[in-house]
Structures are given as C-alpha cells and as structure tokens.
C-alpha cells in the first residue's frame, strides 16, 4: 500500500533556529514527491517538485531533498511568517493522477 | 489571473441531506480535483475530472459525485450524508493530467450534524 508519513507532528523553533522536516514513503513507482504549505483557514499552496533520488530545490529560506526512501524540507533561520503546516504528497505511477498526502508537520517559530 | 474559488465557505447540513460544493478553476487550467481534508489529516483524493470526464477516483462511495462543465468549472455532489463527511474539500485545478502541481482553492468547510 502507497503512504506516506511525516515527522515530527509538530515543531516549535525559534526566530533563526534552523532544523528540518521529514516525509517518509513507501510507494510502487515513483512519479513524483510535492511539498505543500498550508496556513490555517486555507488551501495548501504548493512549494515543490522532486522526481528522483539526489534531487534539491531551493526556495527563500526551504531547501527540500529526496533519497529513494525520504525528503527532507530543511528550514534555515526560520521567522515567524514561515509558521504552517507543511504537507509531503507522492504520486504513484501506478495510482494515476492522485496524490497521496501525509498528514503534515505543523512548524511555529517564535520571535 | 484568478485563483481558484469555491463556495459555500461553510455550511451546516444534517445527516441523510445533499450538499453540492461548487469551483471554479484558475484561468487557462482543464483539470480538476476534489479533494477531503478531515481536521489534523492530510488531503485525500476523491476524484479528477479532465475535460469534461472522470479521470480516475479515490476509495469514496458513489454517493460522492461529480461534474466538470464546458468551462472547467466543476461540482461536487454528496447525497445520504453522514456524520464522518465533516471535513474540508478541497478543489484543485491544473494545467493537464498527472502534474502534482496543483493550485488550491481555499476549501468549503462542511458540517454534518
């Protein structure tokens, strides 16, 4: 069976305390990993794409990576406005079209 | 260039009644997904809809259906509803089939009581 699990649940930093986020996959041919973010009240907003095994992507202060089993959302010196849930989806080749999400982590930085 | 919208934004139903969301896909994007965010879960995957046709669907009973409309807008319909189809859903449009690039809308939050 394709899941996906995410850790840790939650993650409280400080302003500039860096630290990463890790989504975890078990799934029969991998078409593609997403990040995800999502703010309270809102649609998740999509961050990145990885496709395979040794891949980064950089946006601003996210740094996501993927080996054939993990990714990683690695966060450098995190502000307050950084504070969501962020969600990890795989699609399987085999699955079509779906995405499969975890359940998110949900990171709070404090000032 | 519009984002994705739905409505309602929230609504209260009682169990064994019929709600239809509604969405509206961003501009020049011919998919469509719907999708169920129960509080502290991810999304999960109800169905696609590609010009005009189900285009693949989750593990959601047929009383959850669907329509896409000649402008890519969509519905979704759910009948005899129960107390677990509280939830946020979601819909996503995109440019074409089996991209994981989805834009979202920001969810009609539905309470079955």
């Known amino acids: 069976e394709d899941q996906v699990t995410q850790s840790p649940e939650a993650l409280r930093l400080q302003e500039g305390e860096s630290s990463s986020l890790n989504c975890s996959y078990t799934?029969?041919?991998?078409?593609?990993l997403f990040w995800y973010r999502q703010d309270p009240g809102k649609g998740p907003e999509f961050l990145f794409t990885l496709y395979s095994a040794g891949e980064e992507k950089e946006k601003e202060r996210l740094k996501a990576t993927l080996t054939k089993k993990e990714s990683f959302l690695h966060i450098t010196a995190p502000k307050p406005e950084d504070s969501a849930t962020y969600l990890c989806a795989v699609q399987a080749r085999q699955a079509g079209t779906a995405l499969i999400f975890g359940k998110g982590t949900t990171l709070s930085v404090s000032s | 260039e519009t984002g994705v919208t739905q409505s309602p934004t929230h609504l209260i139903k009682t169990r064994g009644q019929q709600v239809t969301l509604r969405c509206s896909s961003q501009?020049?994007?011919?998919?469509v997904s719907w999708y169920q965010q129960a509080l502290g879960q991810g999304p999960q995957f109800i169905f696609q809809y590609y010009r005009e046709e189900e285009n693949g669907r989750g593990n959601f009973p047929p009383r959850f259906s669907g329509l896409q409309f000649p402008n890519y807008s969509s519905e979704l319909n759910v009948n005899a509803l129960e107390l677990d189809d509280s939830a946020l859903y979601l819909c996503a449009s995109s440019l074409g089939l089996n991209t994981g690039e989805l834009f979202f809308g920001e969810g009609s939050r539905l309470t079955v009581l």
């Open positions: 501009s020049g994007h011919n998919t």
């Open positions: 799934v029969s041919g991998l078409r593609g």
